[in-house]
């Protein structure tokens, strides 16, 4: 499959540590620091051990393939042609209780992101963490990046503690459609409450099974309660989210939207419509099995060609060697899911 000029819309460097943030944070934040022990962070949320953190073949690359653009480059931008990649870093912000000390480090994120990435290679643009602790705090931040094209979407995590369709975070979705920010929703959790909808897991195959339940979570929220009513030009990603659980939903919430929707009156059309108009999915982890007629029906069954933005999802372990794309696609298809979906997706791209 013909690969250059593609635009991969989920890439991830090497998550920093606070270490690594501390030269983009004040006096103040540097101090606490310091007095709280928290020059290191480990978090559930990316167990770097995993086998899926990153594919073996690029973990044993000295340095490791995900540890600076220049590894990047030499793994997947040159060697594919790629016109673009939008890096997506994982620190997991949404585990901090205050909101104070979340805003810190995301504005040292996006700093150290700007500074060690978007800065050294021109086909890197960034996405924009938030302290979604706090609305007003995020929108600051927002407002803060705005003026930087390099910057294309903003970044949520897919498990928190609300649904993100409620209107305590309109805010934001109102700053990103004022920038022209796409709004990236990824798998991950704050880890403040259980991931599946019975208690805690024992293992992580079933935490990362359990994410996209947490996308169904989302997706009805949004457009239940309005968000693309209220922001029609608003374009959301849902990054890592798979792609087969799509149809079957949307079937069963358009079913039930027909049935009760004098409870949500502002929603004038089926909800298909909404997810054409403004949503949109990253095309790694492919959940479909690796059949040409299997795949054809998926496409077929999600209604558009516009839905899927490429991406490899760089350096997780989601296809063997170069096995980007899944077969069956016709040309027309793979041309749109390569360069103009994404360009279509991020107005600041360009």
């Not at 700007?114 to 924009?128: C, E, F, H, P, Y």
């Not at 309660?225 to 792609?243: A, D, Q």
Request: aromatic share 10%; hydrophobic share 45%.
């Amino acid at each position: 499959m013909p690969l250059t000029g593609a635009v991969d819309c989920d890439v991830h460097p090497l998550t920093p540590v606070p270490a690594d943030l501390v030269p983009y944070m004040d006096a103040y934040w540097r101090d606490t620091l310091e007095v709280r022990g928290l020059d290191f962070w480990e978090t559930i949320a990316y167990p770097a051990n995993a086998p899926l953190t990153i594919r073996a073949d690029w973990r044993a690359l000295k340095p490791r393939a995900d540890a600076s653009p220049d590894a990047m480059a030499a793994t997947l931008l040159d060697r594919h042609g790629f016109a673009h990649a939008i890096v997506n870093c994982l620190f997991p912000l949404q585990s901090f209780r205050d909101a104070n000390l979340g805003a810190a480090f995301a504005r040292a994120c996006n700093d150290w992101l700007a500074d060690t990435w978007l800065s050294r290679d021109a086909r890197l643009r960034g996405a924009v963490v938030l302290p979604v602790q706090s609305v007003e705090m995020s929108v600051e931040e927002i407002e803060r990046r705005a003026a930087d094209p390099r910057f294309v979407q903003v970044l949520l995590q897919v498990m928190g503690d609300q649904p993100l369709g409620k209107p305590q975070f309109w805010p934001i979705y109102a700053a990103a459609e004022k920038h022209g920010f796409a709004v990236a929703i990824h798998a991950g959790s704050s880890y403040h409450h259980p991931v599946t909808g019975s208690g805690w897991p024992t293992h992580y195959i079933e935490d990362y099974a359990a994410q996209a339940a947490g996308f169904h979570t989302q997706l009805g929220s949004l457009i239940s309660e309005g968000v693309f009513v209220k922001y029609p030009k608003l374009k959301v990603v849902l990054s890592e989210s798979g792609v087969s659980w799509l149809p079957s939903y949307l079937w069963r919430l358009s079913k039930f939207w027909r049935g009760i929707r004098n409870e949500v009156p502002w929603i004038d059309r089926d909800p298909l419509h909404y997810v054409r108009e403004n949503v949109r999915l990253t095309l790694q982890p492919f959940d479909v099995p690796d059949d040409a007629a299997t795949v054809a029906r998926v496409m077929d069954q999600l209604g558009s060609d516009d839905l899927i933005l490429f991406s490899t999802d760089f350096p997780h372990w989601q296809f063997d060697g170069d096995a980007m794309l899944p077969k069956g696609l016709s040309a027309a298809q793979t041309r749109k899911i390569l360069i103009d979906n994404p360009r279509a997706t991020y107005a600041r791209l360009a």
